[in-house]
Every structure is written in C-alpha cells, then in structure tokens.
C-alpha cells in the first residue's frame, strides 16, 4: 500500500507540474489562435482535475481515464512537433524548445506511472473478487463432503424440501 | 446516504480549483489583452496641421563608372509625429520614412545594409528584378552587429524557419537595375516579422530612372513628389501601438486576436506627418504615391470631384495616360499621377481623401493648398513609355493558387509557407499564366518579376493598366496574370502583402530553373 501511495503522490505531482506549464503557455497560444489556447485550456483541465482525483479518488476506471487523457495529449504532442500538420497543412514539424521536450518527458512518465496503477488495480480488483466471478477460467477444486452417519433406526429428523 | 463532511467539501473544492477555476481564471489573461488591444484608439490629432515632409535622397558614398554604392545602418531612432510626443522608430539611418534611393536604370546599385538593431532583418527591394542573392528573402537575415534575444536559427513556432541563411552584421546587396525606370521600395521582410518591422519605420523609396521617362515633359524636379503614404495606431505616450503576440520580435510572431486579420492604423501619416498640408502653385505635380499600410486598402479621389491623370503603376510609366475618377490601393501598390492644379485659383485647399474601403468614413490624408501661381512647362504626351503585351498564346504553363484562411493560419492552396518546398517551378524564359482567387481581400505580391493583369473577376478594370507586381484580389474574386521569367534563376518567394497574412505563413516560394 505505502508503494502505490508513493506511485499516486508521484503522479500527482507531476500532473500539477504539467498542468502549471499548460497554464503558462495558454494565453500566448490563445492569442496566437483560440484553437490553439482552448486545447491548452483543456489540457491543463485534464491534468489539474485528474491530478485531485487521483490524489483522494484513485479507482480504477478514473486512473484508466486520466491515462487515456495523458495519451491523447502526447499524441498531440507528436503529431504537430514530430510528424507536422502535413495532412491538412502541409506544414513540417515545429521546432521543439527544451522545455516543451522536458514537458513531454514528465508527461510520458506520468503515463508509465498511471499505467503501474492501472495494473496494480486491476491485480488488487482480481484478488478482491469473490471466487466464481470474473472471467478468468475457474480451477478446478477439491470438493469434500462431509459424511454424515446414517439415521438410525427409531430416530427421527427433519427434511428441508 | 453519505453525508456531506468537512472534508468532502474540500476535497471537491480542491478539484474545482484545479480542474475548473484555475485554468478559467488564467484564460482571462489572454482575453482581457485581446479585449484591451480592440479598443485601443490613438490620441485625436487636427489634420493639416504640419506641411508635408520632403524626404530625403540618400546620397551615394562612392561611385565608379558601372555602378553607384549606398551604405545604410537600421537602427533605432526618434520621430516627431503626435504634437508633444516623440515616437521611437526603426529606421534605415534611423529615419522614418527611410532615405530615398535615386538609381538609374542600367547602373548597378550597390547598397550595404548594417543591422544595428536588436532583432535580426532582411531587405526586400520591392518590384525590383533582382538576383535571388539580394531579393531580401524572408529566410535570409542579416544578424544585429551587437548580437540579439533571438535564438538562431530556430525560433519557437519557427515558420519556415527550415533554410535560414544568415550573415552577421552586415551584407551587401545589388541592384542591377535592368529593369523600365519606376517607383519601387524597399523594406523589410524578416521572416514573420515583417508586418511589425515595417509597421515600427523600415520602409523607404527607391526610384529607379530611365532615359525614356526623362525625355517626357512630365513634372519633375520640386514638382514630382514621393508621397509614402500609410497609418499607425499611437499610445497616448505618442509611441507605435503594434498588437504583437511577441513584442520583443525575438520569439512568437503574429497579431493578437483580431489584428490577425490585419492591423489598420487609425491615424493618417503621409512621409512620417499626420495628414499633412502642402502648399502647391497653380501648375501640375506629379505624385509618387505608395500605399505603404500593412493591411488597409484606400480608395483615393479629390475632395474636389477632379480625376487624376494616372501616367505609371508599380512597374514604371504606362502606354498612355489614364483619367482615374478615384484610385484603390492595397498595400505595397504604387500609382503615380499628376494632379492639375491650374483650374484651381490661390487660395483653393484641396483634400486627398480615402472613400469607406476599410475605414467605416471618409478619411481625410493631406490637403493641397493653392498659394501661388507660376508658369507651368510641363504637360502629359498622350504617349508614355511602351512596354511589350505578353500573348497569353505565348503562355507554356498555367497554376492556380488559392489564397484563404484555413486552420487559424493563412494560406496557400491550403499550405503554410515551407521554404524547402517549390510550389512552383518556372523555366528560365518561359511566359506562364498564374489564377488566382481568394477567399478575403488579398493583395498578392510576386517578387523578381513584373506581370500584367489578363482578367479580375471577368474583364481587368481601368486600375489593372501596366507593369504590376501587386494584384489586389477582394473577397471572392478571382483573376489572372501572365508573365515572362527572365534571366534570373533561383528562389523566390510570392505571398500576400497584407503583413499580417504573410506574417502568419501566406507565402509561396517558386523557383526559376
């Protein structure tokens, strides 16, 4: 527990990190083109809403939702700097600054933590579920029987339909 | 039921903050820029207030029997313009408008341009049909001499920033001049930054003579004046409002929010003076007149119902003159005429006057004050100067561009500038014919060479006469060019010469080959 704690502070921290970048570079990039200050308007609500549920609501479909999210940004991210626009603009790749690229680094590891909490949760889920459930294929089991000894004769007992 | 704790609340309270208000609050920084930037007004000034400046002619520092050579230092300067305020600028040899170069055609200019300024720049002789080495590309700079902010050679959006050449401090560019005498002009065209580098000075003429012109009887001397006419915005401290993302020039180019579209000045200046007088004899001038706004067109007539006689467009004198009732100019365009002033008695003012093009109102430019009479010797040939019709027969290859905006960026065909792409490749020698149609009001520049408009929006107007190097395209239009690619191989660049769109990638590059 104390490990996935310490995962989850990680993270957490982090994504305010990225989130405070995203802030800075809003209202340049809105100025530049709404399109653009809204995506970073988004981004920096992804990281500070997912930052606070993950910190005091860690499950695991929100974890699965803040990584998806973290995902979607850097694949953004790649697409404009790495790849360029050159299917709707024929532009070729942005130049990347330092700090843009430390931005993505923190960003990939948020997603490396994200994905070590996923699993966890999914191992922590499996071992919580009530045997019989869930899909994995059900061992085959020991069955003992109790035996009873047999109702002597003169006796009596009740019978459950 | 859960109930509500202490704690709970503080929790949602800490999600609220993070996920909703804070990123909320700080959009309101752009906003509130975006909004403060729409409503800024320059302080009102009375027109006619000060005489028209005469600008100064750039005296060579040495010539030699081929060619003439000009040196020139950009740096910062000081300008006179608002009563009461000084107005720091940029500006070749700090003054704004720069100093006006007189060549000759078939004499080589030389001028050596020294960057003493904090940003980096290049020089564009516009019209001129210039080797590829000197045309001023955007993507080749001159370094400041005492260094710059400017990281090199990348910069954070970087566009086109693929291909820069640089040279420190200094470089020389040449000017054969084997081109028709006309009024050209030179200013700068720093990659993504020229729109706020011209808007703070540099921009200057360059009147290029011929043998041809000089043997007409046209106005010259005192009585053939350049008028660099353009518009600013001023702060109340009387210096250049100019809505940059970036006002250091070092990092992001463009405009904000609305002036994206453009930035139309709301103050009149004619050679550096808010809407200046100038005091005429009863006889014919002859104006030079460039249209030198970043994006505001003006639709010039007198105040007195009289036409000009428009004798040359941007590529030098036409066939013959042409009465204009009232004359459009998009930025960059040139249109020189001569006005008559002989049917006016002393004592008559007369204004030059802009109908609604971009401005909501008629805006008043300069007044023309009749004070004395003198004998005119002067008088317009019906004949001019002849230049050769290109066959559109003759034409080998014909493209198309669309000029439009497209993802927040202006564009072409869709495309943002790439220097390391040809959108074109002209052969050496070879007559082709260029589309274009636009999606606002575009005026389109293509540097080297000098076209002649074959249709705008169905027949070309009375506007569209001789040598053009900017063709004005309004909203929805379309229209064609023909033009011959002579004698100079190598890459250009062509684009829109509202310095906002071409700031914000709405350029081609073509190569001659």
């Not at chain 2, 060479?449 to 004005?472: C, W």
């Amino acid at each position: 527990m104390k490990y996935r704690r310490l995962l989850i502070y990680i993270a957490v921290a982090l994504a305010f990190i990225v989130e405070l970048f995203y802030l800075w570079e809003l209202p340049t990039n809105f100025e530049l083109w709404w399109v653009y200050g809204t995506f970073m308007l988004i981004a920096a609500m992804i990281q500070g809403a997912g930052a606070v549920m993950l910190l005091f609501w860690p499950r695991l479909r929100l974890i699965g939702l803040f990584l998806l999210g973290n995902v979607l940004l850097i694949a953004g991210y790649l697409v404009i700097r790495v790849l360029g626009d050159s299917i709707t603009l024929g532009m070729p790749p942005l130049a990347s600054e330092k700090l843009n690229l430390g931005i993505v680094a923190i960003e990939i590891v948020i997603i490396g933590l994200l994905i070590a909490l996923f699993r966890q949760g999914l191992r922590r889920r499996r071992a919580e579920r009530p045997p019989g459930e869930g899909s994995e294929p059900e061992q085959p089991r020991e069955t003992y029987v109790q035996m009873k000894p047999a109702v002597e004769p003169g006796t009596s007992e009740s019978v459950n339909s | 039921m859960n109930e509500v704790t202490r704690r709970h609340l503080l929790k949602m309270g800490l999600l609220g903050g993070a996920g909703l208000v804070l990123p909320l609050g700080v959009l309101q920084i752009p906003l509130a820029s975006i909004r403060e930037t729409n409503a800024m007004k320059s302080p009102p000034v009375k027109p006619f207030q000060v005489p028209l400046p005469i600008l100064p002619v750039l005296q060579p520092v040495r010539t030699d029997s081929t060619t003439d050579y000009y040196e020139i230092t950009q740096k910062p300067g000081v300008a006179h313009i608002l009563p009461g305020h000084t107005t720091p600028i940029w500006g070749y040899n700090g003054l704004f408008p720069g100093p006006t170069i007189e060549a000759r055609s078939g004499r080589t200019t030389i001028v050596r341009q020294t960057n003493e300024l904090p940003v980096p720049i290049s020089t564009h002789l516009h019209g001129g049909h210039t080797p590829p080495e000197s045309d001023g590309d955007p993507n080749e700079l001159i370094w400041p001499v005492h260094g710059s902010a400017v990281p090199m050679p990348e910069t954070s959006l970087a566009l086109g920033s693929v291909g820069m050449t640089v040279h420190m401090g200094s470089k020389n560019y040449i000017y054969p001049n084997n081109q028709r005498g006309a009024t050209l002009w030179y200013h700068d065209h720093r990659m993504g930054f020229t729109g706020p580098q011209v808007y703070r000075g540099l921009a200057g003429f360059y009147i290029l003579r011929d043998d041809a012109e000089d043997r007409l009887p046209l106005p010259k001397g005192d009585h053939e004046i350049p008028l660099l006419i353009t518009d600013r915005i001023f702060n109340a401290d009387g210096s250049f409002y100019y809505p940059s993302i970036d006002s250091s020039l070092t990092r992001d180019p463009g405009a904000i929010g609305t002036f994206a579209d453009g930035v139309y000045g709301d103050t009149i200046l004619v050679n550096g003076a808010v809407q200046p007088f100038f005091e005429v004899s009863n006889t014919k001038y002859r104006f030079r007149i460039l249209l030198a706004t970043n994006a505001s067109r003006y639709r010039l007539r007198l105040n007195s119902g009289h036409p000009f006689t428009q004798i040359g467009s941007d590529g030098g004198l036409l066939a013959a003159p042409v009465r204009q009732p009232h004359f459009t100019m998009a930025p960059a365009e040139r249109f020189d005429t001569i006005i008559d002033f002989s049917p006016y008695p002393i004592g008559t003012q007369i204004v030059l006057e802009s109908l609604p093009e971009d401005l909501n109102t008629i805006q008043q430019i300069m007044r023309f004050d009749v004070v004395r009479k003198e004998k005119d010797e002067s008088s317009i040939p019906a004949k001019l100067s002849p230049y050769e019709i290109l066959d559109p027969a003759s034409a080998t290859v014909t493209r198309q561009f669309h000029f439009e905006r497209s993802l927040g960026m202006w564009t072409i065909n869709g495309k943002r500038f790439d220097p390391s792409r040809a959108d074109a490749q002209p052969r050496l020698n070879a007559t082709e014919i260029w589309e274009f149609t636009a999606d606002e009001h575009h005026p389109i520049h293509i540097h080297d060479i000098m076209f002649q408009i074959l249709s705008h929006n169905g027949k070309p107007s009375s506007e569209d006469v001789g040598m053009k190097d900017t063709f004005l395209l309004n909203g929805g239009q379309k229209g064609s060019i023909i033009t011959k690619f002579t004698d100079n191989p190598g890459p250009y660049v062509f684009h829109c010469h509202n310095l906002e769109h071409e700031d914000m990638s709405m350029m081609g590059r073509f190569i001659v080959v």
